[in-house]
């Protein structure tokens, strides 16, 4: 089993940067992280993944340069920076680990964390 806890959300002004922090444990090993957004009444929202090793990594077609996915591997810690944020960017976030595959798709990823909320006023 794998546990992902997820944390870093707040408030922050429009133009602004929070950083996101997602740190993994359990005994299953994972291949790739996910970063995903929802607000309600939506889908989940792809916003960026990558793979542990840092080889492959994608983004969702809105973050246009705003934001970086990074890991720390020895603290088994991803992070997504946030720059140049605005309003529409206000969301639950949720952090996301796959065993075996990098995906932009939710329904690929095994395991969750518990979601952290990032709003952005204007």
């Known amino acids: 089993q794998v546990q992902l806890v997820d944390s870093g959300g707040g408030l922050v002004q429009a133009g602004g940067s929070l950083r996101l922090s997602c740190t993994v444990s359990?005994?299953?090993?994972?291949?790739?992280m996910g970063w995903f957004r929802q607000t309600q009444g939506k889908e989940r929202e792809f916003v960026a993944a990558?793979?542990?090793?840092?080889?492959?990594?994608y983004y969702g077609d809105f973050v246009r340069g705003r934001f970086t996915i990074s890991r720390d591997n020895a603290e088994k810690t991803m992070y997504l920076q946030m720059n140049k944020m605005t309003p529409e960017d206000t969301a639950l976030y949720y952090c996301?680990?796959?065993?075996?595959?990098?995906?932009?798709?939710?329904?690929?990823?095994?395991?969750w964390g518990q979601g952290t909320q990032v709003t952005v006023s204007s």
């Open positions: 996301a680990a796959d065993a075996t595959r990098i995906s932009t798709w939710a329904t690929d990823y095994d395991y």
């Open positions: 990558s793979t542990w090793s840092g080889r492959i990594a």
């Open positions: 359990g005994r299953t090993s994972t291949y790739a």
